[in-house]
């Protein structure tokens, strides 16, 4: 099958799902509607959908080879201004990954058209909590990558902005995206009136030397080599000017593209918050709010899945190769488990409609590059079940 032409025919399938997506956006871990409609979606075209954990997971063909399929369907808490006749009333698709669930519900009808000439088994992972990076664990933990085991996989990435759609992205040498290790410091102090300090311990106080040390440690702890960046976000305490509080809160983030800085640096995080507390006569709680690794694809296969890029004939068909970005994902952590390959495309415009980013509340992405997602996830899994060899079992 040509699935690229046979993806063109589906287009208005494929737009008419992004849209149901895109209407009723959903955030978390919890998401009825698009799980739902996941699932009487596959059923529809013969494919038995199970849930797993908070999101869903289907198999087409059969066979000890198998290669995964993600995409995450989640949005963020934040109001849509696109102006669309079908914006969300409530959250925002400001990321795209209305547009991946989309592309891999039409993916799975072109790999079910072809199912009796697959050399193996695909498995299709419809996630949500990649905003809160807290779906692929939770898939994960359900099985996800057990019964059966997929030997690779494969994520696509929509992309925004002022370019044309046909360009695909990816990085076969190196970091492609960064991690992310939320924290949560909380200062534990004695309140005291503000006329009385010397009867206090002030949270305040201490949580200002967290922060200030914090602040010293990629640029006098880590190789200068290596892209880190430490963030602290939030710093909440009291309620009175003339009141000590027994509490100080900090969090934040800790963002790498290299392994080992990134245990360095949330290793030091944990010391300076609770050797800062001990020091000015406080004690310090720290919550790890989320821990994803750096996005390091397997190179190999990534080569191999763009090779098979190359022979689907859609316009503007341009690769851009070593793309890195400081945002991070939680793809990450599947890629740490099984050989992984992750794309972006471009799926933005060329007049103003390009003039603004992911995540910012006018954001609009081009739905010409539905059919090129979706031939992309149901040609590139065809030929690895048949061609490939990374990952496979002895």
């Not at 190196?174 to 924290?183: A, R």
């Not at 602040?215 to 909440?236: M, Q, W, Y």
């Not at 790498?256 to 944990?270: A, C, F, G, P």
């Not at 099984?338 to 799926?347: K, M, W």
Request: glycine content about 8%.
């Amino acid at each position: 099958m040509n699935y690229y032409e046979r993806a063109v025919e589906l287009k208005n399938e494929t737009i008419a799902h992004r849209r149901f997506f895109h209407k009723n956006a959903e955030t978390g871990l919890d998401m009825p509607k698009a799980v739902e409609y996941v699932m009487d979606e596959l059923g529809k075209i013969g494919i038995n959908a199970q849930k797993c954990g908070k999101g869903v997971t289907a198999t087409i063909g059969k066979g000890e080879r198998c290669i995964l399929l993600r995409a995450d369907m989640d949005a963020l808490p934040m109001k849509e201004e696109s102006g669309l006749d079908f914006a969300s009333q409530n959250n925002a698709h400001t990321c795209g990954h209305d547009f991946h669930a989309a592309m891999l519900l039409t993916a799975a009808k072109l790999l079910k058209e072809d199912e009796n000439t697959l050399n193996g088994c695909i498995k299709l992972m419809f996630q949500p909590a990649e905003e809160t990076l807290e779906g692929a664990r939770n898939m994960i933990e359900n099985g996800i990558l057990t019964d059966p085991k997929p030997h690779a996989a494969l994520a696509l990435h929509v992309a925004a902005g002022r370019m044309p759609t046909g360009i695909y992205m990816y990085n076969d040498t190196g970091t492609m995206m960064f991690s992310v290790d939320g924290f949560k410091i909380k200062v534990h102090g004695k309140g005291a009136h503000g006329a009385y300090p010397h009867f206090s311990v002030d949270p305040v106080n201490i949580a200002v030397h967290i922060y200030l040390a914090l602040e010293a440690l990629v640029a006098r702890e880590i190789d200068p080599h290596k892209a880190c960046a430490i963030t602290v976000g939030s710093f909440n305490a009291g309620s009175a000017a003339n009141i000590i509080p027994e509490t100080a809160e900090i969090s934040g983030t800790i963002r790498t593209n290299d392994r080992e800085s990134r245990h360095i640096l949330v290793r030091r995080m944990k010391e300076i918050a609770i050797k800062t507390a001990e020091a000015y006569g406080g004690d310090a709680d720290i919550e790890m709010i989320s821990e994803i690794p750096p996005l390091i694809c397997n190179g190999d296969l990534v080569r191999e899945l763009a090779s098979y890029i190359d022979e689907l004939d859609f316009p503007n068909k341009t690769a851009h190769k070593g793309i890195e970005a400081s945002a991070s994902e939680d793809f990450a952590i599947i890629a740490e488990k099984i050989p992984s390959a992750y794309f972006y495309l471009s799926a933005g415009f060329e007049d103003e409609r390009g003039e603004h980013s992911a995540h910012n509340p006018k954001v609009m992405f081009n739905e010409d590059v539905l059919p090129i997602g979706a031939a992309i996830y149901a040609h590139l899994a065809e030929k690895w079940l048949e061609e490939g060899e990374l990952g496979l079992p002895d």
